[in-house]
């Protein structure tokens, strides 16, 4: 009779902290892994506790909860399948973020992760100790190695997998997005299976945490690098998969395959499952944002209406006396078009009165930046005011382009508990825009068509703090400054390269400039969902007080 295995996995979103919550959705995993007559259902990395648990994780009483629960599921899932799921563990006075396999009421294998991620958006080795690296464990017919993510992306840990035994890889992983990440995964994979001749299970976590987003995409691939199973990105799913013994060793056979989207529709639905669990996590049901008729706030109006229905979205739009009629006319449509409520707070009587009350100490001086910024903040108070009132979360708006040269307003626009769109360029957002109004998928929940007006996409982008701005009255068009900041801050570039590019010298030191007196701006922003891998935040940490400066292109003199 032929050796055949079933293994279930379980692509799920966990919440960080939830362990009840999370253990329940594992057992409902199991639930349907024992009626499909499954041998083993896998759960991803530090499914347990939600993943990343940065700091959350060192408190004793949170790992002495995670090993309660961790029993009572194995108690619970006792008759049926096998259950492989990630937790942290204390052993020896020592830290360890683990995976556990739970059969017959009892843990009957745990996995200690080696290689333990320090860069990008990781600090594991802050927390948490290397494992050894250990064989792999039997299950029916067929012993399994896991490399916990980051150890498959090295070829040490497979390879002694490979040696001691294993028939396949089981790779469970808690992955987050950037732009592109799904090929690289896939080609690290394909060497393992390449390099031990062995078929590998790579199983990701999906769902939005703080500004990451997990997105799945988990896949089977047989020796040799062939593709069996590719599950769906952005999205949970439980797919069963069947392997069987050949002659050559175990084969999984071929199943569904999800088509992997392109990068834009992959950027757009990260944005909208980033908000989307940031709210249900939180517990918000609304929330709100200002209007103002531009291109910015149109993308992030129509992001909160993909993730949570129009009917849970308040725009509204603050005008002054420099507000024009087509931004009126820009914003209503927007709202319109998207089936979002609109309200209209003009801030005209506040800022007569803010200027009033500062007129004795402002006597003598010259209007500036300072009274376009009362403008903002003034907004900010009255947005923050309705947030207060009517429990909706504030939404920010700024993009990845102003955020960078601090072309935002502190305590003002930057208000907020979220901004959907941190880390998109300004040229991304007008294609993303031009994007959104040509697609529509089924996890959008806002209307289909063109929700954005081409007009709001068009126009030249404005503050509108005073008369007749433009911003590129302050800064370079966005197509130059967008490739200046991808080389200053994405490719941490000098000064020379940029200029080696064909850009002035000038305009390049007056943005690293911008970028780095703007860091303590970023430093009390809001959150927002990671498109890259130098997001700001946890990608790109900067110190705020910085005197150095590149000194540009050197003379060519002797030193």
Known sequence: MTDRFRLTLAQLNATVGAL????????????????AGADLVALPEMFLTGYQTQDLVRKPAFVAHADRVLEDLARACADGPAMGIGAPIFEDGKLYNAYFVLQDGKIAAQVYKHHLPHDDVFDEYRLYTPGQVSGPYRLGPLRIGT??????WHEDVAETLAETGAEILLVPNGSPYHRHKMGLRQSLMVSRVIETGLPLAYLNMVGGQDDQVFDGGSFVLNPGGALAVQMPMLEEAVTHVEFTRTADGWVAEEGARAPIPDAWEQDYHVMVLALRDYMRKTGFKQVLLGLSGGIDSAICATIAADAIGPENVRCVMLPSEYTSATSLEDAADVAQRLGCRLDEVPITGPRAAVTEALAPLFAGTTPDLTEENIQSRLRGVILMALSNKFGEMLLTTGNKSEVAVGYATIYGDMNGGYNPIKDLYKMRVFETCRWRNANHRDWMMGP???????RVIDKP????????QKDEDSLPPYE?????LELLVDQEASVAEAVAEGFDEATVKKIEHLIYISEYKRFQSAPGPRLTNRAFWLDRRYPIVNRWRDPGVWPDVDR
């Open 20 to 35: 009840d919550d999370n253990a329940a959705r594992a057992r409902a995993a199991w639930e349907e892994a024992r009626a």
């Open 448 to 454: 289909g068509g063109e929700v954005i007006p081409p």
């Open 480 to 484: 130059v400054l967008d490739r200046i």
């Open 461 to 468: 982008p404005s503050a509108e703090l005073r008369e007749d």
């Open 147 to 152: 490399p916990i993510c980051e150890d498959a």
